[in-house]
């Protein structure tokens, strides 16, 4: 094994299959609190041309799923291809949260492995991880992560750099995650977010906004259909619009350039939309996300995939498209001695650096052969581990689902469920809130949502909206403990420290 240590210049000792490739780019474009609300999904309403033309030219996964909804601790994840419990990156990483990935995760970190392999990286829009050395891009492009059309024309020189070197763009909106205040306008007691929308109908350089009719806006299972909840739903979409902008101009973009034929496009978002029993939960509405894929050199088009696939299999696939990946290990080709990487910088020498954990190699595993094929399949199961959000938020939950059920174990349970400061001041929550535990929410009440049980056990195949918790139905009896022990399996297998909470508490 021959591993590279990469400094203040890149370094490029590269099997000859890893050799310059500048006709194998690659655009990661992540958004911020996005659910499959995508024409391409199925949604009714929304207006999303640019995304719906990658999905009608590439493959779309109808079964993609976040690990963790939670903005750091997810993109620790798509960039690293461990699950966030073994990362290190728990939860936040600004402000006060102050949470970061172990040092040694460098040796399987996606941009480091890439500019490894020889290409030019860059990113634009939201970060949101550490440590940067880690996580370390040759460039940082300015632009306003809510002006989706504006950091694309910022992305131009980058892409129409004369280089030998294939590049790598990760581009990451902040659209369409709560934020910029609220809609004064409305008429409503509680008024709703902004979801970064300007006010009084006001729009980005470059966008034409697309307005919503709240009366109009579908209504997810897992939310209360009230007047509150469709104003802040109209808002939401209004941001999925501007977010569908920004693609389309990135895609002109690469057409102008010459390179849209020569680029692997990935769609996905950090996990789902920002409404309590969406973000922050490992249910459905929180963990499901869109994932479209647009490979230049896959024939068969317009495929839709029901494979289970998950945020951790990104970096190994990406890795993959760039000829960098060992499948036989599922590990880089060429990965970083992490003890020489440190030890040359001079950095973190009396760090816990890793936790205990041996990087070599990757939780997830390489979706390219998916590309073009409906029937191919990688996983049978999919594993999320979510611990915190904000700092004060503490609330471990796991979860194993294959295509039949779904189990979550609470392991905080006797906690009551903790909100994420922006979804506990949203409208369409504190509408039902205020009205105390019995009202409504989607398909709980307000305090079977605050209190949760230890195990949720759900057929998601009869039950896709986890309306049913069967954990204390006797006739699931020998089901729930079944799936007790491969959800046990797989956190023995990931190196889950919380798996000593079987055994206590």
């Not at 693609?247 to 692997?264: F, N, P, Q």
């Not at 973190?348 to 205990?356: C, I």
């Not at 939950?397 to 174990?409: A, E, G, N, S, T």
């Amino acid at each position: 094994m021959v591993f590279l240590l990469i400094c203040a210049a890149p370094i490029f000792a590269l099997a000859a299959d890893d050799a310059k490739r500048p006709d194998r780019n690659i655009v990661f474009f992540i958004t911020d609190d996005e659910s499959p609300t995508l024409v391409c999904y199925g949604d009714p309403v929304a207006v999303t041309p640019n995304i719906d033309a990658i999905a009608k030219d590439g493959t779309i996964f109808r079964n993609a799923f976040a690990t963790t909804a939670s903005c750091s601790a997810s993109r620790s994840v798509v960039l690293t291809g461990l699950h966030n419990h073994m990362n290190g990156q728990y939860g936040h990483t600004h402000h006060f949260h102050k949470f970061s990935s172990y040092h040694d995760v460098v040796s399987l970190a996606l941009p480091r492995l890439l500019e490894n392999a020889g290409y030019r990286t860059a990113r634009c829009g939201k970060y949101h991880v550490a440590p940067e050395a880690v996580f370390h891009f040759e460039e940082t492009i300015p632009g306003n992560s809510r002006s989706t059309v504006q950091m694309a024309n910022n992305c131009e020189a980058f892409i129409k750099q004369q280089d030998d070197r294939p590049f790598f763009l990760y581009f990451a909106t902040s659209d369409p995650h709560r934020g910029g205040g609220v809609d004064k306008t409305s008429e409503r007691e509680l008024k709703p977010d902004l979801f970064g929308n300007k006010p009084n109908k006001g729009a980005y350089p470059g966008v034409q906004e697309v307005f919503y009719d709240p009366a109009k806006v579908p209504i997810p299972e897992f939310l209360p259909d009230t007047p509150d909840t469709r104003e802040e739903l109209a808002q939401y979409y209004q941001a999925c619009s501007r977010i569908d902008q920004g693609l389309g101009r990135l895609v002109e973009i690469l057409k102008e350039a010459g390179v849209y034929d020569k680029t692997l496009i990935v769609f996905t978002a950090d996990h789902g939309m920002a409404f309590s029993g969406g973000k922050t939960t490992v249910y459905e509405g929180g963990l499901r996300v869109p994932f479209v894929v647009r490979d230049p050199y896959v024939e068969n088009r317009g495929v839709e995939s029901y494979a289970l696939i998950s945020h951790v299999d990104i970096t190994p696939s990406l890795l993959d498209f760039a000829g960098a990946l060992n499948k036989e290990a599922n590990a880089p080709k060429n990965p970083i001695n992490a003890n020489k990487f440190w030890k040359e910088r001079g950095e973190a020498l009396q760090e816990n650096r890793n936790g205990g954990n041996k990087f070599d190699h990757y939780h997830g595993r390489s979706w390219i052969d998916l590309l073009g094929n409906p029937e191919a399949t990688t996983h049978d199961s999919i594993f999320a581990s979510h611990t915190f959000h904000e700092i004060q938020m503490y609330y471990p939950m796991r979860v194993y689902r294959d295509q039949r059920f779904k189990l979550i174990w609470n392991i905080a349970h006797k906690l009551d469920y903790p909100f994420a400061s922006d979804l506990w001041a949203a409208s369409s929550w504190q509408a039902q809130y205020q009205q105390g535990e019995d009202a409504p929410y989607g398909k709980k009440t307000v305090g079977e949502y605050i209190h949760r049980p230890k195990f949720e056990l759900y057929n998601i195949e009869t039950d896709p909206h986890e309306e049913l918790n069967l954990a204390e139905d006797p006739a699931y009896a020998k089901t729930l403990e079944a799936y007790k022990k491969k959800l046990k399996a797989m956190q023995k297998e990931l190196n889950d420290p919380w798996i000593m909470k079987w055994d206590y508490e």
